[in-house]
């Protein structure tokens, strides 16, 4: 009986590459960890906690934002005024939105570098950041307000990972507890947060506090940060990955609870979202998301018989 041929060790060298490429990169787009997570969820309840957002729907798909051709980054809701705000970065502009993506308003920014982010903080204050000089400026938008300068505003620089162009990407307010979520797109991908900023009572001494999680910040199988946003009713933080096209529940502890996927195909999407760059949410739980250069989309969660 002829014995079998045995490969030829070219062909397990080979063979031992490849499988170690493909190792590398799955581990590269933390897709194993991503993977586990979902198996997890299929034999766990979800937690009565939980936002839940893979029950979320797409309602409104990618709107076209009428009048704005530069490309928009971040996206903020303001309780007070029941709008949108967001900025561009080429023009520097601040930009006021309706919930169904009409611009209401624009304004110029003067001296902000490189606006990424933008977060409601109370009734006409808000902080944008510039994401290559890692500056956090404090603004106040009165109704007749035309033009910002940031050379006139409250700020502070925090200087930690400067590595180029890869800096404060998104940016949420805890006003409760005080705190200014900073995301760090990545290399190193990381979520600061500051305590002390903006000042909000000129009584006290000016005392400006910076932590990180690392357990946290370890455990998100997200390729990058775009966008953040914390949920005052639970206290649950949602980290927005463009890379990952994902959308990433955190609880208080900073262990991650669900996940929205804004590919095509799930959540009701007809196309996959090609560059999300903000996310927001109202008190009513509804998510509005822009898109570069100038995509707007809202999902909601199917209301419960």
Known sequence: MRRLARPKPLILILSVIM???????????RLFERAWFNLHTLWQPLSSQSIGLDQYRVEIEARVIDGLDDDVSALT???VRKSLFTVTNKNAELIEMSLDGKILRRVALVGFGDPEAVEFISADTYVITDER??????????????????????????????TGNKGFEGL???????????AKE?????????????????????????????????????RDLSSLQYDERSGHLLALSDESRLILELD?????????????????????????????MDDDGTMYLVSEPNLFYVFKKPVQP
């Open 133 to 162: 000089e890692q500056r956090l400026i404090k603004i106040h938008l009165e109704k007749d307000t035309t033009f910002l300068d940031a050379s006139e505003a409250e700020q502070i620089t925090l200087g930690v990972h400067m």
């Open 252 to 280: 208080v502890d900073g262990r991650p609870l669900s996940t929205m996927s804004l590919s095509k195909g799930r959540q009701g999407l007809q196309k996959t979202v090609p560059q999300a760059e903000g996310i927001a």
């Open 77 to 79: 809701f303001d309780p």
């Open 19 to 29: 499988l170690s490429a493909l190792i590398a990169i799955g581990q590269y787009l």
């Open 172 to 182: 949420a307010y805890d006003s409760v507890g005080k705190r200014l979520f900073v």
């Open 186 to 222: 990545r290399d190193p991908m990381l979520i600061y947060e500051v305590q002390g900023f903006p000042h909000y009572n000129p009584e006290k001494s000016y005392a400006v506090h910076v932590v990180n999680n690392p357990k946290r910040d370890a455990g998100m199988f997200v």
